[in-house]
């Protein structure tokens, strides 16, 4: 519970930030605070205690308020201006895209090549040290 209201606190306060500089103003979800912010709080107290779980989990809401803000201007030649989400993995992948776009049409699908290769090479490297693990008589994690 730390985790998410500190993580919403964030949200809270980067909304106000940017409606006093007149930007486009990144409502903070609850849903996405909630799942992230706690992660990141628990994650946070293994590291650093109460203190590392307020302000990981403040850093999260800082990080998926201000990322969908960077994201905006491509959404707008979407034709999808000042509307964003502003779960992380929604402005990951769309800065990427995004970016991506600026070498128009083959951008996009290098875009597209270059994280199916990297989706096949994970998997690779998934499936290879699990064979390793097992073939050394270890067993293999869920």
């Not at 307020?54 to 905006?72: D, R």
């Not at 970016?99 to 290879?128: P, T």
Request: aromatic share 12%; net charge neutral; glycine share 16%.
């Amino acid at each position: 519970m730390v985790g998410f209201f500190s993580s919403l606190v964030a949200g809270t306060v980067c909304m106000i930030v940017f409606g006093l500089c007149s930007w486009t103003i990144i409502i903070p979800g609850v849903i996405a605070h909630f799942m992230t912010g706690a992660a990141s709080g628990v994650i946070g107290n293994s590291v650093g205690g109460r203190r590392g779980a307020i302000i990981c989990a403040f850093g999260n809401g800082v990080v998926i308020s201000v990322v969908p803000l960077v994201l905006v201007p491509f959404l707008g030649e979407l034709g999808s201006a000042s509307a964003t989400f502003s779960d992380s993995d929604f402005g990951v992948f769309g800065l990427y895209y995004g970016l991506m776009s600026n070498f128009g049409q083959y951008g996009i699908i290098g875009a597209v090549v270059i994280a199916v290769v990297l989706l096949f090479v994970a998997s690779a490297f998934v499936g290879r040290s699990r064979t390793a693990m097992a073939a050394q008589g270890m067993p293999a994690e869920k």
